[in-house]
């Protein structure tokens, strides 16, 4: 039986060299704490306490072994409105569920998340939403997924 290594992140660096790249959603990205397997398949650990990662972030660990912080593609629905009526309504259930989400004029971007899964069932069955689910980069209006 073979053990992997787990590596601890002890900090988080800006432009420095990196030995790794470890590619993360945005909804990871946005966890106080990780765990991750980088491109070159070492486990690590990241407990970045009272904030969350960006793109291009080093994380360095214990050894000091480097890792870049890159961004993958997310499973969105994008949601696209013919009427003021739906869109508005859409959007406050959705806000009401506390989940992120981009808004542009008549069209709504959002993560696929179980707990929308009833709305995107809707939005399916009403004429006046087109809905399609597709891979893209999440980047929600304001300061999205935040706590109480």
């Not at 306490?49 to 890159?70: M, P, R």
């Not at 009427?83 to 981009?102: C, V, W």
Request: hydrophobic share 40%.
């Amino acid at each position: 039986m073979t053990f992997s290594v787990i590596k601890k992140v002890i900090e988080i660096k800006k432009d420095i060299e990196s030995n790794d790249e470890v590619e993360l959603s945005w909804f990871d990205m946005q966890k106080p704490n990780l765990t991750a397997v980088s491109k070159k398949n070492v486990n690590i650990i990241v407990k970045a306490k009272f904030t969350h990662l960006h793109e291009n972030d080093i994380l360095v660990c214990e050894d000091g072994y480097a890792i870049k912080v890159s961004r993958s593609m997310d499973e969105v629905f994008c949601l696209e409105f013919s009427d003021a009526l739906s869109f508005a309504k859409t959007a406050y259930e959705i806000g009401n569920r506390h989940q992120p989400l981009m808004i542009e004029e008549f069209k709504i971007t959002v993560l696929d998340d179980i707990s929308i899964a009833d709305i995107i069932k809707d939005c399916y069955t009403n004429e006046s939403i087109k809905v399609e689910k597709i891979q893209g980069y999440f980047k929600p209006n304001g300061k999205a997924h935040h706590s109480h």
